[in-house]
Every structure is written in C-alpha cells, then in structure tokens.
C-alpha cells in the first residue's frame, strides 16, 4: 500500500476520505485515457498511476474544485476533450 495514503494530512488536504478518493478516480480516469502526468522532474515511467495520482496532490498540481469537478494548478489545464463521451457526462 502507498505509504502517504495512511498519513491523516493527505487526507485533510483535499477535506476528506471522500473528497480524496474521489480526486484519485478522476485523476486516474485521464491517466488511463492518456493524459501525461503534471510531475516535473520525476521520472513518471516507473512509477504506477496510483503513486503519480498521490504525487500531484501532494504537490498540490490537482485539486477538486467547489463543484467536485477535476482542477489543476499546471498552466497547460485538463484536456477534457480526451475523454470518452461516456465520461463527459460524469461531473469531470
């Protein structure tokens, strides 16, 4: 298991169990659609998608916006247009 996932200041950082695991899941919905990670100077390669998921949140590069919708702090954005148009109904 992701060792900072146990950590209670993880979870206060997105403003709950809920919150966080709902960050995860959409965060992992574009990794899997494609989507490269925010990290800079990490090499994602190695990494699975769960432990890149937790590195954005820990540098604050993802965060749920007041909606519940997927935000993030890199100047490039989400590309929602990569996304299924099964998932552009699913409050992404």
């Known amino acids: 298991m992701i060792e900072e996932l ?3 200041r993880l ?3 997105v403003g709950g169990r809920f919150k966080l695991s ?3 899941q959409k965060r992992l919905v574009y990794l899997n659609k ?3 990670s925010f990290l800079a100077n990490i090499e994602t390669g190695k990494m699975d998608k769960l432990s890149i998921v937790i590195q954005e949140i820990i540098e604050d590069k993802i965060y749920l916006d007041m909606e519940g ?3 993030t702090t890199h100047p490039g954005g ?3 247009g990569m996304l299924d148009s099964d ?3 699913a409050g992404m």
Do not use: P, S, V
Request: a neutral charge; zero cysteines.
């Open 6 to 8: 146990k950590e209670e």
């Open 11 to 13: 979870i206060k950082k």
């Open 22 to 24: 709902a960050l995860i």
């Open 34 to 36: 494609g989507a490269r």
């Open 69 to 71: 919708n997927l935000q």
């Open 78 to 80: 989400l590309d929602l």
């Open 87 to 89: 998932f552009g109904d």
